[in-house]
């Protein structure tokens, strides 16, 4: 099965910028890979998405700002973030959806543990 792991978050001052990488492992024909963030008291929301057919899709609040991106040689995926904002402040989440197959075709979910970022004006 897949497992993500994300890496790059940090504390940066606002109008700065940071790239996000998520490492990905294990077996699974990948349907979607994607960003997600979480901040303090909200629900998590989808900050931006790739398909495997390559069609991305980005959240309003960031559009112009940040590009989702992957390297299918490096297994990875990455969010990067320019001009960062205060109101981008969260954890950040690297979640993939896949196919498995095993007596039946799965279609499950994979979740990183989150990476922080936070903006200071």
């Known amino acids: 099965q897949v497992e993500v792991a994300e890496s790059g978050g940090g504390s940066v001052q606002s109008g700065e910028s940071l790239t996000l990488r998520c490492a990905i492992s294990?077996?699974?024909?990948?349907?979607?890979m994607g960003w997600y963030r979480q901040s303090r008291g909200q629900d998590r929301h989808l900050v931006a998405r790739v398909s495997s057919s390559g069609a991305t899709n980005t959240t309003d609040s960031v559009k112009g700002r940040f590009t989702i991106s992957s390297d299918d040689a490096k297994n990875t995926l990455y969010l990067q973030m320019n001009s960062l904002k205060p109101e981008d402040t969260a954890v950040y989440y690297c979640h993939v959806n896949y196919f498995y197959s095993a007596d039946i075709v799965h279609n499950l979910d994979a979740w990183g543990q989150g990476t922080l970022v936070t903006v200071f004006a």
């Open positions: 294990g077996t699974g024909d990948i349907n979607t």
